[in-house]
């Protein structure tokens, strides 16, 4: 049974305050490992897909990156507006998906 | 392009009653999907659609109906409402096996209140 497992659950940083979010991940035949956004009221934004390990995706103040059993999620520099749960997402072989329970994120001024 | 838009946003049903939520997607996707997301228990599958034409059943379908309409639309139903189904309800699309693309876009969301 595929598995993904986020940590922290949740995150306090201070403005400017760089760090990282953990995705571990089993699954059986990986063909995509996505990053999410979700906020409040709101469905999950698409922020990333990452393939293969090694591989890395950047997009303003954020960076993912993917190993063979794990994904990071490195914020840096974040800012209020970056407030939000992000959700780590795996596709198998049968194209699947399997949801991690997300960690929500809470930049202060 | 709007992406993949739900209606209605809110709804309120008694015990017993139906509904039916709508979905639809203008990105020509061939798969979509309907989630239903709890507090604690995260995104889980209820039915999906491979291909126009086809329906599967996801994590948790007891109690809900599907009908893939067309390639843009996709509906969930539900034909007698309990308190369980309380919930905020997701669809999503994405290319598929056929398209290429697995990355789901997923829509706003409707939140649906069973008393």
């Known amino acids: 049974e595929d598995q993904v497992t986020q940590s922290p659950e949740a995150l306090r940083l201070q403005e400017g305050e760089s760090s990282s979010l953990n995705c571990s991940y089993t699954?059986?035949?990986?063909?995509?490992l996505f990053w999410y956004r979700q906020d409040p009221g709101k469905g999950p934004e698409f922020l990333f897909t990452l393939y293969s390990a090694g591989e890395e995706k950047e997009k303003e103040r954020l960076k993912a990156t993917l190993t063979k059993k794990e994904s990071f999620l490195h914020i840096t520099a974040p800012k209020p507006e970056d407030s939000a749960t992000y959700l780590c997402v795996v596709n198998n072989a049968g194209n699947m998906l399997t949801f991690g329970g997300g960690t929500r994120l809470m930049v202060k001024p | 392009n709007a992406g993949v838009t739900q209606t209605p946003k809110f709804q309120v049903l008694k015990t017993g009653q139906s509904m039916t939520l709508q979905c639809a997607q203008d990105m020509n996707h061939n798969s979509m999907y309907w989630y239903r997301q709890d507090p604690g228990m995260g995104l889980r599958l209820i039915y999906y659609s491979a291909s126009e034409g086809t329906t599967d059943k996801g994590e948790v379908p007891n109690g809900y109906n599907v009908s893939r309409l067309n390639k843009r639309e996709f509906s969930l139903r539900l034909e007698s409402a309990a308190p369980s189904q309380t919930s905020v309800y997701f669809c999503?699309?994405?290319?598929?096996?056929?398209?290429?693309?697995?990355?789901?876009?997923f829509g706003p969301g409707t939140r649906l209140t069973v008393l």
């Open positions: 999503a699309s994405s290319g598929g096996l056929a398209g290429g693309g697995y990355t789901q876009y």
């Open positions: 699954v059986s035949g990986l063909r995509g």
